[in-house]
């Protein structure tokens, strides 16, 4: 288990939110514990600042991650090189 997934899971389960929203929370941090798994704990970092940032947004991306895992059958390299390739031409981050 990465690190920081269990240092987030325990700062998110002391923080008051409501049930729905809490339970939201959880799901996209372990859709995108699965999606991280196997890749160096910098990439799980980008994927929760934007989970951070835009909950919604990084829903998406893990959507798009697993689609193109499942369906492509893409190697590790090429899910980080896409994960950097996103991050670094968005010119908010």
């Given at each position: 288990?990465?690190?920081l997934y269990a240092q987030?899971?325990?700062q998110r389960g002391t923080l008051e939110v409501q049930p729905k929203e809490r339970d939201a929370k959880f799901e996209l941090d372990d859709y995108i514990n699965r999606l991280a798994?196997?890749?160096p704990s910098y990439f799980y970092s980008l994927l929760e600042r934007a989970a951070d940032a835009n909950s919604r947004n990084a829903e998406l991306l893990c959507k798009f991650l697993s689609f193109e895992?499942?369906?492509g059958n893409i190697?590790?390299?090429t899910k980080q090189t896409?994960?950097?390739f996103i991050f670094y031409t968005d010119p908010k981050s």
């Open positions: 288990m990465n690190p987030r899971q325990k798994s196997g890749l895992s499942d369906t190697k590790p390299s896409h994960i950097i």
